[in-house]
């Protein structure tokens, strides 16, 4: 089975500060990992995600997160926060047998000016 | 664009009623899901559905049944709502491939039972 640990429920920042939501996960078999984010009073959208090759994936509107197998870490970040980035973000983990996700408890992120 | 829709973003219903919620997709996908989102526990799948009649349970199903008799409506229903199903019930469809792996979300109902 797996699970996936959001350590951090809330990260307020400052606008132009940057940022990292980390996210660690456990599996016994191998997994892909993703980032979803939800803006106030929306549904879920895929942020990113990592299935294969190159560890270090990106987003269009500049996250950028790292799969670290050997630290089981997916953490998100991001050099430069806008107010607009403020929502919550969900962690999630799907073992390569099934269409199944597994959500962590979700981080909120709040961008003060 | 993929497009899931659900019937009502606010639903307000009494303890005991049988309790309908409505999930429709666009984009021919052949698996559907349902979660329900809670403050401090993220998103509980409840149901998924590999294609037509075809269901199997998630990590919370007790209390909810669901039902897909059409490939692109996927329904869950509450026998009989009790006050700790008040949540937010997220549906998602994806397809098969495996390749994108990217499930799509509508944008929520927020179920009040009193």
């Known amino acids: 089975a797996q699970s996936v640990t959001q350590l951090d429920s809330q990260v307020p920042v400052f606008e132009e500060a940057p940022v990292e939501l980390r996210c660690n996960y456990s599996?016994?078999?191998?997994?892909?990992l993703f980032w979803y984010v939800q803006y106030p009073n929306q549904g879920l959208q895929l942020l990113l995600k990592?299935?294969?090759?190159?560890?270090l994936v990106e987003s269009i509107n500049g996250f950028e997160a790292e799969f670290n197998k050997s630290q089981t870490s997916f953490h998100l970040r991001k050099p430069s926060v806008h107010i607009s980035d403020t929502a919550e973000y969900f962690c999630a983990v799907s073992a390569h047998n099934t269409d199944k996700l597994i959500f962590g408890t979700g981080t909120r992120l709040q961008v003060f000016p | 664009d993929v497009k899931v829709t659900q019937s009502s973003r606010y639903l307000v219903k009494r303890t005991g009623e049988k309790v309908f919620l409505e999930c429709v997709q666009d984009m021919d996908h052949e698996n559907m899901f349902w979660y329900r989102q809670d403050p401090g526990l993220g998103l509980r799948l409840i149901y998924f559905s590999y294609d037509v009649k075809m269901k199997e349970k998630g990590d919370i199903p007790e209390g909810y049944s669901v039902s897909r008799e059409k490939k692109e409506r996927f329904s869950l229903i509450l026998e009989s709502a009790s006050t700790n199903q008040t949540s937010m019930y997220l549906c998602?469809?994806?397809?098969?491939?495996?390749?994108?792996?990217?499930?799509?979300f509508g944008p929520g109902t927020r179920l009040t039972v009193t």
């Open positions: 990592y299935l294969s090759g190159s560890t």
């Open positions: 599996s016994s078999v191998s997994v892909y």
């Open positions: 998602a469809s994806s397809p098969p491939d495996r390749i994108n792996y990217e499930q799509y």
